[in-house]
């Protein structure tokens, strides 16, 4: 498992993306004495580090250079400063990345993936292929495949993000603005109404299987996954 | 020459008194020899001008600067060694010393608040990131509503940000080449939430070969950003379209954003760009600060790129910025 160092003085924020990189098959150690960084470092040995710039005692860029003096692992810098000289700084000083706040959680684990992929190279280790479940409705992201049971059917570029994003959350609910963002992204500009017309057909691929009312209408919120089958 | 024989005017008057007594004195005492007389009335006059000749010739170059309606330069070490220039000179050097004093103050204290709006900014990001890190997986609707308000105060933020740092401009920038169609279109995925939440959809209309301008990237985002972002807002229920255009021109290239919404009502459309004015529109959507357009036309100012904004009321407002070829 690789060991992720995550120097942040403010203390939620230390303890959201702390809970967050575990969650994603990482240890975390979380820094709490900010004059030791450095010892720390040295205790730990992490396969990559987080840094805040904005550090009690000394800054990010002091102890980005220390630990270079022992060690090349990943160094992302974390920081609220977006200006470019501050970047230029960060990879100035020994820093292989950097990241603005407010950011988002799919951003940072983005970043620490690739940049453990880029040096140890362990991605079909740490990774595996992509498997997102719900009560045996399981959808497979790099194939753009949907299976239920024995069945499985390929579906559309558009359909499989709808279905990446409802079977990922589940019973949470989810809402329209995230969908569209979520397609946004790819350059598909969806508005209201063409929404809607994916969301019934990824509502009839779902009957292809025989499952009927899986995906419920919040009012004024979006849209919630329910199991409305026998569990497999 | 005037002023030097205006001030001395009184001086002249004077002597020709004393000298018009002297006359007339001795005239009455009975001295009535008009060739004395004379001779003592032209060696007074010779003396006085002589006297006024030496004082023209000491003085001429302060004289010459106080009527020169251009120069507003002092330099007090070219007037000469007469006790008034020397007096003028030093009492001179003494009040524009003290006025570079209280401007360097000035200075000092612009760049202390400029650097502690910076540092005020950046430090309101970290709770704002826990927030954002807090309510990012729920959808349910006090959720969604919480992070509209976020947004809002996001967008706040960095108006002041980059407002208090204009300030600061010219030591704050870097002239790049930046593809414009790969600018516009990562400048609308970062945007995607203004566009879906006022129901926007952009339309590109892009030539094929990638144009390229000469510009600073972080202004220009900020720039095109407030645009859009005041392009979208008064789009709301009207229209569902924002063009976005780019066009290469024989001298200039040409980036347009046009919208279908309300428009500016004529009587406002002069004003849009001054400072803390929201007008009609401003007042009709309550999200006016007055600042956004304000910004956007110093921005551009100081990048050196021409704007024009047209607007007609219930049709719609285009905004174009022009780029020059170099």
Known sequence: ?232 | MSLFLKSHLPLLLITFLQGSFIFSYYWFLGFQEMNHLLYVFIIQVLAMILYLTYRWLQDIKIYRWLQDEESTEFDGSSFGKSPLAEALYEKQHRVSKEYENKLHQVQADLNDRVTFINQWVHQMKTPLSVIHLMTQDEDEEIFQGIRKELYRIEDGLKTVLYSSRLSLFEKDYTIEKVPLQDFINKLIIENKRLFIQYKVSPKKFFPGETVYVYSDTKWLQFSVTQIISNAVKYSTNKSDTLEFRIDKQKTRILLEIKDFGVGIPSEDIRRVFEPYFTGANGRLYHESTGMGLYLVKEIMSKLQHAINLESTPGKGTTFQIYFSVQ
């Not at chain 1, 940049?115 to 498997?131: D, F, L, N, P, S």
């Not at chain 1, 899986?214 to 409305?228: D, L, N, P, W």
Request: glycine fraction near 6%.
């Open chain 1, 1 to 232: 498992m690789k060991k992720i160092m995550i120097n942040e003085d403010n203390e939620e924020l230390r303890i959201l993306l702390t809970n967050h990189i575990n969650k994603f098959g990482y240890k975390t150690i979380a820094i709490e004495q900010f004059e030791q960084i450095l010892e720390g470092f040295l205790k730990v040995e992490p396969d990559l580090v987080l840094l805040d710039i904005n550090l009690p005692s000394f800054d990010g860029f002091y102890w980005c250079r220390q630990i270079r003096k022992h060690s090349t692992c990943p160094i992302i810098f974390v920081s609220a400063r977006e200006g470019t000289m501050d970047q230029i700084m960060a990879l100035e000083n020994g820093g292989d990345d950097y990241i603005t706040k407010p950011f988002s959680y799919d951003f940072v684990i983005a970043k620490i993936n690739s940049h453990i992929r880029r040096v140890y190279g362990e991605y079909a280790q740490t990774q595996g292929e992509r498997i997102i479940n719900f009560y045996g409705l399981t959808y497979l992201p790099e194939r753009m495949e949907l299976r239920f049971g024995p069945q499985s059917v390929e579906v559309t570029k558009k359909e499989a993000l709808l279905f990446e994003v409802l079977l990922e959350r589940g019973e949470k609910v989810t809402s329209r603005e995230r969908l569209m963002e979520k397609m946004w992204d790819t350059d598909l500009f969806v508005d209201e109404n063409t929404l809607n017309v994916y969301i019934a057909r990824v509502r009839k691929r779902l009957t292809e299987f025989g499952i009927q009312d899986a995906i419920e209408t919040v009012r004024g919120a979006g849209y919630r996954m329910k199991c409305t089958w026998e569990e497999m």
